[in-house]
């Protein structure tokens, strides 16, 4: 997912709509997914509904951020990065508060990959949204993008630069300097500080959806009166 296209790429790996081959959901049998799905909770971590770990646990799911850096290899730049990982009741309203913080003018980026018939996505952007209209819009559909795995958004101020995004595996991911606000608020949702521990996309995983997430999209899709830019 490459949101701030203008400026860089997104360092992390790119979502994948099902399970990779030679991997632990390879070697289960239909009831052991199903029950494998069913799990919400590990520990005190709550998942939503968009994303599930690997059969194996390789990486257990955790409330924190790491920092980093990107090295964009066009401009050699570095560009700083906070990536988060908040339980379900938190994470929603963590990244509302995360974009007050981009300013009153923003751009969006509305990432899709429903009925993508191999990995990859389309990306949808639309310049300069006053931010009371964009958070209206968020609020009305919060359902689908904390539970769908086929939805993400990013929302960027490029005169800064700076972007929060909310990707299709529920992690947030902040680019751009400084980032020291970004941080204070983390820390007030209780989502805290860990520079060693790992996410979901390092590991397996598998990502769900439904028709009804689909249809819901196309809704916000024109809710925000957004174009497509394959």
């Not at 908040?86 to 913080?101: E, K, N, V």
């Amino acid at each position: 997912m490459a949101f701030l296209e203008r400026f860089f790429e997104n360092p992390f790996d790119e979502p994948s709509s099902v399970a990779q081959p030679n991997n632990s959901f390879e070697t289960v049998n239909q009831k052991q997914l199903e029950a494998h799905m069913k799990v919400n909770t590990y520990d005190s971590f709550e998942l939503t509904d968009a994303v599930r770990p690997a059969m194996d646990l390789k990486v257990k799911p955790v409330q924190g951020y790491r920092n980093d850096v990107y090295m964009d290899e066009s401009t050699k730049s570095r560009v700083p990065v906070v990536m988060a990982a908040a339980s379900r009741t938190t994470l929603f309203p963590l990244f509302m508060d995360l974009i007050q913080r981009l300013g009153s003018v923003v751009d969006v980026v509305l990432e899709t990959s429903h009925e993508r018939k191999s990995n990859g996505h389309l990306d949808m952007y639309r310049e300069h949204i006053d931010m009371p209209v964009l958070t209206s819009a968020l609020w009305q559909f919060e359902d689908l993008l904390t539970n769908d795995g086929c939805t993400g958004i990013a929302i960027l101020n490029p005169r800064t630069p700076q972007e929060v995004q909310f990707d299709e595996h529920k992690l947030l991911i902040v680019y751009g300097s400084p980032l020291e606000h970004y941080e204070h608020v983390m820390e007030c949702h209780q989502v805290t500080h860990d520079d060693d521990m790992h996410f979901i996309t390092e590991a397996e995983h598998i990502h769900s959806s439904t028709d009804k997430y689909a249809q819901q999209f196309e809704q916000l899709r024109t809710c925000l009166g957004l174009d497509e830019n394959c």
